[in-house]
């Protein structure tokens, strides 16, 4: 099935015709608000990483001011009191200054690239835990459309039973009690088909909640059964790798940032060296038409050093943190090892079992439709009683509706075990 299908716009939203489960997931890695936050975090990170890095550069300022003394300040000067200073004053600054060294904007520098792996990490888990949301909601949307499906089937061949026997009644050769056991069975089967059709409602709108979906619009989902059996099938002698999994390689990140964080701390003895420079035009004039014609300038340069000597303890304090938080991460990823161990034989366990009871509800559906049309004809040819049909069609009815669950509940469990072993990738 082409991706062609995925063209259709509305007057805002794209939607899907007819998607399959890849189209969905694809849909939701675009659409889902999420999955959008994710990758605008990313550009929000570059961003500010950008903006700590400018500090780097030289920064050059500008001021400008002008001033009216309505009263210039007098000085007594040998005993006589002398004016000093103008009615009129007014200076253009320029500044220059560049960072030699200084620790924030080393720790910017030296980390851009990690942070930047750590925003893609972050939108990689969230991606993962999108796709795994949006397929365990497709087959449970998938498993509703199959009790419908089933039931519609069902509702069709009492439907046939019920007319056998009506007419058998009429003909006085069963009692009417056959005829009111398939009345019987008929609502219970209208019931149970309206309770799924409207659980198949709820369960559309939560998959588009996930896809980001418009609300307003149909989302008519296909599958090919076929090729989802042909896709349960998972290797269970895999071991899972505590390195393949998104959340081992977040902490990882982290741990890296944390260490880089303890050398931040560490550099706090180190004095931070700045370069200073400065051009001042300086106006002075008694009159104000007169300001700007005389330049009295000013200009220098210096090297600041500044070296914090005593801060009570502060700077040991942040060190002492920095190295238990990054002991404090080392723990983290030992007890991810621990939880990937127990989710591993979790997932195993459930894909091993739902295995078995898809491959034995598999032959229990081809049985007891076998034994559904022998029957039918017995009843039919009068050697049957109807008990026995009714029997037959329920376990027809129960059959094909486990079936089909254990194949969803299986593909969800290989969702789960893929997981597990950081196989799941998007």
């Given at each position: 099935m082409g991706y062609n299908r995925l063209l259709a716009q509305t007057a805002n939203d794209s939607v899907?015709?007819?998607?399959?489960?890849?189209?969905?997931?694809?849909?939701?890695?675009?659409?889902?608000?999420?999955?959008?936050?994710?990758?605008?975090?990313?550009?929000?990170?570059?961003y500010e990483i950008r903006s700590k890095l400018a500090d780097w550069y030289p920064q050059v300022n500008l001021n400008y001011n002008l001033q009216h003394n309505f009263q210039v300040q007098t000085s007594i000067i040998g005993g006589n009191p002398i004016k000093l200073g103008v009615d009129n004053i007014s200076a253009l600054q320029f500044g220059?200054?560049?960072?030699?060294?200084?620790?924030?904007?080393?720790l910017a520098a030296r980390t851009q690239?990690?942070?930047?792996?750590?925003?893609?990490?972050?939108?990689?888990?969230?991606?993962?835990?999108?796709a795994a949301n949006v397929s365990k909601a497709f087959y449970d949307v998938l498993a509703t459309r199959q009790q419908i499906e089933v039931s519609q089937e069902n509702i069709v061949r009492i439907s046939r039973s019920l007319?056998?026997?009506?007419?058998?009644?009429?003909?006085?050769v069963a009692d009417k009690t056959d005829y009111k056991r398939a009345i019987i069975s008929l609502n219970n089967s209208k019931a149970f088909l309206k309770s799924s059709q409207e659980s198949l409602k709820a369960k559309e709108e939560y998959l588009k909640y996930l896809m980001g979906y418009p609300?307003?619009?149909?989302?008519?989902?296909?599958?090919?059964?076929?090729?989802?059996?042909?896709?349960?099938?998972?290797?269970?002698?895999?071991?899972?790798?505590?390195?393949?999994?998104?959340?081992?390689?977040?902490?990882?990140?982290?741990?890296?940032?944390?260490?880089?964080?303890?050398?931040?701390?560490?550099?706090?003895?180190?004095?931070?060296?700045?370069?200073?420079?400065?051009?001042?035009?300086?106006?002075?004039?008694?009159?104000?038409?007169?300001?700007?014609?005389?330049?009295y300038p000013n200009s220098f340069a210096n090297l600041t050093l500044a070296f914090p000597i005593f801060q009570g303890g502060k700077r040991i304090a942040q060190i002492r943190s920095a190295e238990w938080e990054l002991k404090r991460g080392e723990l983290d990823i030992i007890d991810l090892g621990n939880s990937v161990n127990s989710q591993y034989a979790q997932a195993i366990?459930?894909?091993?079992?739902?295995?078995?009871?898809?491959?034995s509800l598999r032959e229990n559906l081809l049985l007891s439709q076998e034994v559904y049309d022998v029957i039918q004809l017995q009843y039919r040819s009068g050697v049957k009683t109807y008990l026995e049909v009714i029997v037959a069609q329920t376990d027809l009815r129960t059959s094909q509706l486990t079936y089909?669950?254990?194949l969803y509940d299986l593909l969800a469990a290989k969702i789960d075990l893929q997981r597990s072993l950081g196989l799941l990738i998007y």
């Open positions: 899907l015709i007819t998607p399959d489960l890849q189209q969905c997931i694809q849909y939701a890695l675009k659409h889902q608000p999420t999955s959008q936050q994710a990758t605008i975090d990313e550009k929000i990170i570059e220059l200054s560049q960072q030699i060294f200084n620790r924030d904007v080393l690239d990690v942070v930047r792996l750590q925003a893609r990490q972050n939108t990689a888990a969230t991606r993962i835990d999108v007319q056998d026997a009506t007419n058998q009644y009429k003909a006085g609300v307003t619009q149909q989302l008519d989902i296909v599958f090919d059964s076929l090729q989802m059996e042909r896709e349960i099938q998972m290797d269970t002698l895999l071991i899972p790798d505590l390195k393949n999994r998104i959340e081992y390689k977040q902490l990882e990140t982290r741990q890296r940032l944390l260490e880089a964080s303890l050398k931040y701390e560490r550099w706090g003895f180190l004095p931070s060296v700045a370069l200073n420079g400065n051009y001042n035009m300086n106006f002075l004039n008694e009159s104000l038409g007169k300001l700007y014609h005389t330049n366990a459930a894909y091993k079992s739902n295995y078995a009871n898809y491959v089909y669950n254990a």
